[in-house]
């Protein structure tokens, strides 16, 4: 399996414009998380998802962001608009289910900036 | 309030020598503890897990301990190489939950 697959590695847009960042979890896995990383803040948990249904989006930090699982194998993080304080890296992760000792494998992250 | 807390935020140190990384926690109930390392520009990688029952663990040049009852957590990297330059992340599991507590990382520099 190739891992965790985020697109795109990197994104730069203006302020207002919709981002939509895309995430393929480990085939077979079945919890997929999205955190967002920043220098200041650190890995900060977004959403999680379990069998594609959204459990946790307390932190979403606001309207503006959207997560959604369509099936199995995709996931999207939306934000709309974007604003300069969204720059940061968008980590993707997933893990199966059982044991809550499974290990969460992370993929390679999108940067975003917003100029 | 269930927090992780690292130190040092950074260190640099000489190809070859010794050096610990410290983990605090408050989270609780603790189900079990991982160190990560993620390298520049890469995504976060499992490097060990410590349950409560666990003292100590190797993972070849990387040792991690756990003190449960002070809610401490050490990785103590051996014989240091140009690539263990990366953040070390100390990730505390939330016991029948699938909340994941972060620190914020120590970045670690190890120069020639």
């Known amino acids: 399996d190739a891992g965790v697959i985020q697109s795109p590695r990197h994104e730069v847009t203006e302020m207002g414009q919709e981002v939509t960042l895309r995430c393929k979890p480990i085939?077979?896995?079945?919890?997929l998380f999205w955190y967002r990383q920043t220098m200041m803040r650190g890995l900060e948990l977004l959403i999680y998802?379990?069998?594609?249904?959204?459990?946790?989006d307390s932190g979403m930090p606001e309207d503006r962001f959207s997560a959604k699982m369509p099936n199995a194998s995709f996931s999207t993080l939306k934000i709309q608009p974007s604003e300069p304080r969204d720059s940061a890296v968008y980590f993707c992760?997933?893990?199966?289910?059982?044991?809550?000792?499974?290990?969460?494998?992370f993929g390679q992250g999108t940067r975003l900036t917003v100029v | 309030k269930n927090q992780v807390e690292q130190s040092p935020q950074s260190l640099i140190i000489l190809e070859g020598k010794n050096c610990t990384l410290q983990?605090?926690?408050?989270?609780?109930?603790?189900?079990?503890l991982r160190w990560y390392k993620q390298d520049t520009g890469r995504g976060p990688v499992s490097l060990t897990i410590?349950?409560?029952?666990?003292n100590t663990k190797s993972n070849g040049r990387y040792t991690a301990t756990l003190d449960a009852d002070t809610k401490q957590s050490s990785l103590h990297i051996t014989a240091s190489q140009l690539s263990d330059s990366a953040s070390y992340i100390c990730?505390?599991?939330?016991?029948?939950?699938?909340?994941?507590?972060f620190g914020t990382g120590t970045r670690l520099t190890v120069i020639p």
């Open positions: 410590m349950t409560f029952s666990e």
């Open positions: 990730v505390v599991n939330q016991a029948g939950a699938n909340n994941l507590f």
């Open positions: 998802f379990n069998n594609n249904v959204p459990i946790d």
């Open positions: 992760a997933s893990r199966y289910q059982g044991a809550h000792m499974t290990e969460a494998f």
């Open positions: 085939s077979g896995h079945d919890y």
């Open positions: 983990c605090n926690y408050t989270v609780s109930p603790f189900s079990n």
